[in-house]
């Protein structure tokens, strides 16, 4: 009954439903799981009323509405251009994977996250406004990859980042090769993570947050006890994983190694990524020691540099780290 009304911008939806909270609660669902609703703002009064002696009782909503009539249907048809062409890049990607993560990459690149965004609680703001906040991120993830027909579904929490400031955030699970995962566009774009780009040091999209598990994402994410949702306990897409950038053990020979064929093969950086705490620490530890001058000083003999620069950076909350490497 709401699903039908709000397409059909209702002013009052009439629920054979005898309590307003419990209306309000579904109401929200609805537009949770139905990301394609932009012109509904979430935003509704509803009223308990009393029919006649020995009938049940009923509520009515009254939906907040942003757009009606031709301005609707012009920004479902922009929606709809902006889905197209993204999904146009995705044709030759048949792994439920790749498309994910072509997704996730998309949003990244082409939306900016900013609080002053109009629409951005909507996909509007970052399917074709290109600007949004976690809201605009998740549902537009949600809304591309159901598309695409694969299982997303939309849910929020809290974040707390390095300073311990707490913050109310939505992003999403998704279904893959049959494992629930969590991915979140917002904290994988380094705008949102303000990544300082001086020295001309690349703006690394954060993959951490691309089909992780519980382990991974409560470092930073608390989701919401209201529902009980899928559990993410897999750990087989790990995108560090994946493309050899994770270490469970220490060993110094091995990350030399793998620093010497980054610079072999003129990277522009080299990442670690380790398994927990004490691995990190001792990566982090052998570095500063040794391992990043001697990187440096095989580059500079290497391409007959008399200076060479070389930046890092500590993602401790991530077990993660990263060398910059400059060739001139």
Same mark, same amino acid.
């Given at each position: 009954?709401?699903?039908?009304?709000?397409?059909?911008?209702?002013?009052?939806?009439?629920?054979?439903?005898?309590?307003?909270?419990?209306?309000?609660?579904?109401?929200?669902?609805?537009?949770?799981?139905?990301?394609?609703?932009?012109?509904?703002?979430?935003?509704?009064?509803?009223?308990?009323?009393?029919?006649?002696?020995?009938?049940?009782?009923?509520?009515?909503?009254?939906?907040?509405?942003?757009?009606?009539?031709?301005?609707?249907?012009?920004?479902?048809?922009?929606?709809?251009?902006?889905?197209?062409?993204?999904?146009?890049?995705?044709?030759?990607?048949?792994?439920?994977?790749?498309?994910?993560?072509?997704?996730?990459?998309?949003?990244?690149?082409?939306?900016?996250?900013?609080?002053?965004?109009?629409?951005?609680?909507?996909?509007?703001?970052?399917?074709?406004?290109?600007?949004?906040?976690?809201?605009?991120?998740?549902?537009?993830?949600?809304?591309?990859?159901?598309?695409?027909?694969?299982?997303?579904?939309?849910?929020?929490?809290?974040?707390?980042?390095?300073?311990?400031?707490?913050?109310?955030?939505?992003?999403?699970?998704?279904?893959?090769?049959?494992?629930?995962?969590?991915?979140?566009?917002?904290?994988?774009?380094?705008?949102?993570?303000?990544?300082?780009?001086?020295?001309?040091?690349?703006?690394?999209?954060?993959?951490?947050?691309?089909?992780?598990?519980?382990?991974?994402?409560?470092?930073?994410?608390?989701? *919401?006890? &209201?529902? #009980? +949702?899928?559990?993410?306990?897999? %750990?087989?897409?790990?995108?560090?994983?994946?493309? !050899?950038?994770? =270490?469970?053990?220490?060993?110094?020979?091995?990350?030399?190694?793998?620093?010497?064929?980054?610079?072999?093969?003129?990277?522009?950086?080299?990442?670690?990524?380790? *398994?927990? &705490?004490? #691995? +990190?620490?001792?990566?982090?530890? %052998?570095?500063?020691?040794?391992?990043?001058?001697? !990187?440096?000083? =095989?580059?500079?003999?290497?391409?007959?540099?008399?200076?060479?620069?070389?930046?890092?950076?500590?993602?401790?909350?991530?077990?993660?780290?990263?060398?910059?490497?400059?060739?001139?």
């Amino acid at each position: 009954e709401i699903l039908q009304d709000i397409q059909e911008n209702k002013k009052e939806i009439y629920l054979h439903c005898s309590n307003a909270n419990t209306a309000n609660e579904v109401f929200q669902n609805v537009l949770n799981d139905r990301p394609e609703i932009f012109w509904c703002d979430g935003n509704a009064t509803s009223t308990e009323y009393s029919q006649s002696e020995g009938q049940s009782r009923y509520v009515v909503i009254e939906p907040n509405y942003l757009y009606e009539g031709e301005e609707k249907e012009q920004r479902n048809q922009e929606i709809e251009s902006a889905r197209t062409a993204c999904l146009s890049g995705i044709s030759d990607l048949s792994d439920e994977y790749e498309k994910i993560k072509y997704i996730y990459t998309y949003l990244i690149n082409n939306v900016d996250y900013d609080l002053d965004a109009p629409d951005n609680q909507n996909i509007y703001s970052a399917l074709v406004g290109k600007r949004s906040v976690c809201a605009g991120y998740a549902k537009s993830c949600q809304y591309l990859l159901q598309q695409l027909g694969i299982y997303c579904i939309y849910v929020t929490g809290q974040t707390t980042d390095p300073n311990g400031g707490v913050a109310d955030h939505a992003w999403n699970i998704v279904q893959c090769n049959g494992q629930y995962y969590y991915v979140d566009t917002t904290w994988g774009d380094p705008i949102f993570l303000g990544e300082d780009n001086g020295y001309q040091i690349p703006n690394l999209i954060a993959y951490d947050y691309l089909c992780c598990s519980e382990k991974e994402l409560e470092k930073t994410h608390m989701i *919401s006890t &209201d529902y #009980v +949702y899928p559990s993410c306990q897999s %750990e087989n897409l790990n995108y560090y994983q994946l493309n !050899g950038m994770y =270490y469970d053990t220490y060993e110094p020979g091995m990350l030399r190694e793998v620093i010497d064929r980054s610079i072999e093969s003129q990277e522009a950086y080299t990442i670690f990524k380790m *398994s927990d &705490d004490a #691995v +990190y620490q001792e990566v982090v530890d %052998e570095m500063h020691e040794t391992l990043m001058e001697e !990187g440096a000083g =095989y580059l500079g003999e290497l391409y007959g540099l008399w200076q060479v620069s070389y930046s890092y950076s500590e993602e401790a909350s991530l077990n993660k780290f990263i060398i910059y490497w400059f060739y001139e």
